[in-house]
Protein backbone atom coordinates (compact mmCIF):
# COMPACT_ATOMS: atom_id res chain seq x y z
CA UNK A 1 0.00 0.00 0.00
CA UNK A 2 1.42 3.55 -1.15
CA UNK A 3 2.27 5.91 1.82
CA UNK A 4 0.50 9.17 2.50
CA UNK A 5 1.99 12.68 1.79
CA UNK A 6 1.68 15.08 4.32
CA UNK A 7 2.71 18.53 3.38
CA UNK A 8 3.40 22.04 5.66
CA UNK A 9 2.88 25.09 4.48
CA UNK A 10 2.25 28.73 5.65
CA UNK A 11 4.59 32.06 5.51
CA UNK A 12 7.78 31.96 6.65
CA UNK A 13 7.84 32.75 10.60
CA UNK A 14 4.68 30.29 10.91
CA UNK A 15 6.50 27.36 12.38
CA UNK A 16 6.14 24.72 9.70
CA UNK A 17 9.53 23.17 10.75
CA UNK A 18 8.25 22.42 14.09
CA UNK A 19 5.30 21.19 13.52
CA UNK A 20 6.86 18.74 10.85
CA UNK A 21 9.18 17.36 13.24
CA UNK A 22 6.15 16.74 15.89
CA UNK A 23 3.96 15.54 13.05
CA UNK A 24 6.60 12.72 12.28
CA UNK A 25 7.19 11.82 16.09
CA UNK A 26 3.22 11.64 16.46
CA UNK A 27 2.87 9.42 13.38
CA UNK A 28 5.39 7.05 14.97
CA UNK A 29 4.18 7.10 18.17
CA UNK A 30 0.95 5.34 16.32
CA UNK A 31 3.37 2.74 14.30
CA UNK A 32 3.76 4.78 11.08
CA UNK A 33 6.83 4.77 9.74
CA UNK A 34 7.41 8.50 8.54
CA UNK A 35 10.06 10.34 7.12
CA UNK A 36 10.40 14.08 7.69
CA UNK A 37 11.79 15.88 4.29
CA UNK A 38 12.18 19.22 3.60
CA UNK A 39 11.92 21.97 0.31
CA UNK A 40 13.89 23.13 -1.23
CA UNK A 41 16.02 20.39 -0.70
CA UNK A 42 15.70 16.54 0.49
CA UNK A 43 18.61 15.14 -1.71
CA UNK A 44 22.26 16.29 -2.53
CA UNK A 45 21.07 18.32 -5.66
CA UNK A 46 18.11 19.98 -4.39
CA UNK A 47 20.13 20.93 -1.65
CA UNK A 48 22.49 22.65 -3.66
CA UNK A 49 19.48 24.38 -5.08
CA UNK A 50 18.52 25.41 -1.42
CA UNK A 51 21.77 27.18 -1.10
CA UNK A 52 21.95 28.72 -4.26
CA UNK A 53 18.04 30.41 -4.03
CA UNK A 54 18.94 31.62 0.02
CA UNK A 55 21.82 32.89 -0.93
CA UNK A 56 21.25 36.65 -0.01
CA UNK A 57 24.54 37.79 -2.27
CA UNK A 58 23.41 36.38 -5.25
CA UNK A 59 20.78 37.79 -7.78
CA UNK A 60 18.01 35.89 -8.92
CA UNK A 61 14.81 37.04 -11.51
CA UNK A 62 11.47 35.73 -10.72
CA UNK A 63 10.85 33.31 -13.49
CA UNK A 64 14.79 31.90 -12.95
CA UNK A 65 13.64 31.43 -9.01
CA UNK A 66 10.47 29.86 -9.97
CA UNK A 67 12.22 27.63 -12.61
CA UNK A 68 14.87 26.63 -9.82
CA UNK A 69 12.65 25.92 -7.51
CA UNK A 70 10.67 23.40 -9.98
CA UNK A 71 13.60 21.86 -10.69
CA UNK A 72 14.99 21.29 -6.85
CA UNK A 73 11.39 19.44 -6.59
CA UNK A 74 11.47 17.46 -9.57
CA UNK A 75 14.71 15.85 -7.98
CA UNK A 76 13.35 15.45 -4.56
CA UNK A 77 10.08 13.91 -5.84
CA UNK A 78 12.31 11.48 -8.56
CA UNK A 79 15.21 10.60 -5.79
CA UNK A 80 13.09 10.24 -2.79
CA UNK A 81 9.54 11.47 -2.60
CA UNK A 82 7.99 8.70 -4.77
CA UNK A 83 10.44 6.19 -3.71
CA UNK A 84 9.48 6.19 -0.36
CA UNK A 85 5.69 6.87 -0.70
CA UNK A 86 5.69 3.83 -3.14
CA UNK A 87 7.58 1.32 -0.10
CA UNK A 88 4.83 2.19 2.23
CA UNK A 89 5.98 4.91 3.93
CA UNK A 90 4.29 8.42 4.87
CA UNK A 91 6.39 11.50 4.73
CA UNK A 92 6.02 14.53 6.22
CA UNK A 93 7.19 17.41 4.12
CA UNK A 94 7.74 20.97 4.76
CA UNK A 95 6.63 22.56 1.53
CA UNK A 96 5.65 21.37 -1.75
CA UNK A 97 4.01 22.84 -4.62
CA UNK A 98 1.65 25.37 -2.66
CA UNK A 99 4.88 27.08 -1.49
CA UNK A 100 5.81 28.06 -4.86
CA UNK A 101 2.10 28.98 -6.40
CA UNK A 102 1.81 31.38 -3.13
CA UNK A 103 5.67 32.76 -3.32
CA UNK A 104 6.43 32.83 -7.24
CA UNK A 105 2.88 32.69 -8.60
CA UNK A 106 1.74 35.46 -5.89
CA UNK A 107 4.19 37.34 -4.50
CA UNK A 108 6.79 37.71 -7.64
CA UNK A 109 3.59 37.97 -9.47
CA UNK A 110 4.31 35.41 -12.15
CA UNK A 111 0.29 33.89 -11.82
CA UNK A 112 -0.58 31.16 -9.61
CA UNK A 113 -2.13 28.81 -13.10
CA UNK A 114 1.73 29.68 -14.52
CA UNK A 115 3.48 28.26 -12.00
CA UNK A 116 0.91 25.25 -11.27
CA UNK A 117 1.57 23.94 -14.70
CA UNK A 118 5.31 24.39 -14.52
CA UNK A 119 5.02 22.31 -11.19
CA UNK A 120 2.52 20.05 -12.35
CA UNK A 121 5.36 19.13 -14.81
CA UNK A 122 8.51 19.32 -12.32
CA UNK A 123 6.03 16.66 -9.89
CA UNK A 124 4.61 14.17 -12.75
CA UNK A 125 1.12 15.30 -11.35
CA UNK A 126 1.93 14.44 -7.40
CA UNK A 127 -0.50 15.70 -4.49
CA UNK A 128 -0.58 15.47 -1.37
CA UNK A 129 -3.04 13.46 0.55
CA UNK A 130 -3.32 16.46 3.14
CA UNK A 131 -1.82 19.82 3.50
CA UNK A 132 -1.34 21.69 6.93
CA UNK A 133 -1.64 25.55 6.59
CA UNK A 134 -0.28 27.14 9.07
CA UNK A 135 -1.88 30.60 9.32
CA UNK A 136 -0.24 33.45 11.06
CA UNK A 137 -0.91 37.15 9.96
CA UNK A 138 2.48 38.28 8.13
CA UNK A 139 3.73 40.83 10.43
CA UNK A 140 3.67 38.47 13.24
CA UNK A 141 5.42 36.13 11.31
CA UNK A 142 8.28 38.56 10.72
CA UNK A 143 8.67 39.36 14.07
CA UNK A 144 9.54 35.25 15.13
CA UNK A 145 11.81 35.43 12.01
CA UNK A 146 13.92 38.05 13.73
CA UNK A 147 13.92 36.36 16.83
CA UNK A 148 15.94 33.59 14.98
CA UNK A 149 19.76 33.46 14.77
CA UNK A 150 21.83 33.63 11.53
CA UNK A 151 19.85 36.64 10.24
CA UNK A 152 17.59 36.78 6.80
CA UNK A 153 18.02 34.60 3.66
CA UNK A 154 17.25 36.25 0.21
CA UNK A 155 13.59 35.88 0.12
CA UNK A 156 13.38 36.80 4.15
CA UNK A 157 14.35 40.16 3.25
CA UNK A 158 11.74 41.20 0.87
CA UNK A 159 9.67 43.62 2.13
CA UNK A 160 6.19 43.75 3.47
CA UNK A 161 4.13 43.59 0.68
CA UNK A 162 5.66 40.42 -0.74
CA UNK A 163 4.55 38.24 2.40
CA UNK A 164 0.87 39.73 2.41
CA UNK A 165 0.64 38.63 -1.12
CA UNK A 166 1.90 35.33 -0.33
CA UNK A 167 -0.90 35.32 2.98
CA UNK A 168 -3.22 35.88 0.52
CA UNK A 169 -2.62 33.34 -2.26
CA UNK A 170 -2.16 30.72 0.61
CA UNK A 171 -5.85 31.82 1.85
CA UNK A 172 -7.36 31.44 -1.59
CA UNK A 173 -5.85 28.40 -1.80
CA UNK A 174 -7.52 27.15 1.10
CA UNK A 175 -10.48 28.04 -0.14
CA UNK A 176 -10.09 26.53 -3.49
CA UNK A 177 -9.07 23.07 -1.89
CA UNK A 178 -10.94 22.40 1.77
CA UNK A 179 -10.40 18.79 1.52
CA UNK A 180 -7.05 19.07 1.19
CA UNK A 181 -5.70 22.02 2.75
CA UNK A 182 -6.45 22.37 6.48
CA UNK A 183 -5.98 25.75 8.27
CA UNK A 184 -5.02 25.95 11.66
CA UNK A 185 -3.83 28.77 13.95
CA UNK A 186 -0.22 29.64 14.33
CA UNK A 187 -0.20 32.11 17.07
CA UNK A 188 -1.36 29.23 19.06
CA UNK A 189 1.31 27.26 21.73
CA UNK A 190 3.15 24.49 19.42
CA UNK A 191 1.43 21.86 21.71
CA UNK A 192 -1.98 22.90 20.62
CA UNK A 193 -1.10 23.63 16.82
CA UNK A 194 0.65 19.95 16.81
CA UNK A 195 -3.23 18.81 18.34
CA UNK A 196 -4.98 20.74 15.34
CA UNK A 197 -2.82 19.19 13.06
CA UNK A 198 -2.74 15.71 14.31
CA UNK A 199 -6.74 16.03 14.00
CA UNK A 200 -6.44 16.92 10.23
CA UNK A 201 -5.03 14.09 9.28
CA UNK A 202 -5.84 11.32 12.26
CA UNK A 203 -8.24 10.05 9.15
CA UNK A 204 -5.57 9.09 6.72
CA UNK A 205 -4.41 6.36 9.70
CA UNK A 206 -4.24 3.14 8.44
CA UNK A 207 -6.95 2.25 11.26
CA UNK A 208 -9.23 4.50 9.65
CA UNK A 209 -11.40 3.54 7.01
Given at each position: ???R????????????T??A???E???????V?????????????S?R???????????????????????A?????????????E???????????????????????????????????????L?PD???????????????Q????????????????????????Y????????G?IR??????E????????W????????S??
Amino acid sequence: MRGRLITIEGIDGAGKTTLAAGLERQLAGHGVDAVLMREPGGVEASERVRELVKDPSVRIGARAEALLYAAARAQLVEEALLPVLESGRWVVLDRFVDSSLAYQGAGRGLGIEEIARLNEFGTGGLEPDRTILLEIDPAAGRERQGLRLGGFDRLEQEEQPFFDAIARAYEELAERDPGRIRVVDAREEPGHVLAAAWAAIVDLLPSNP
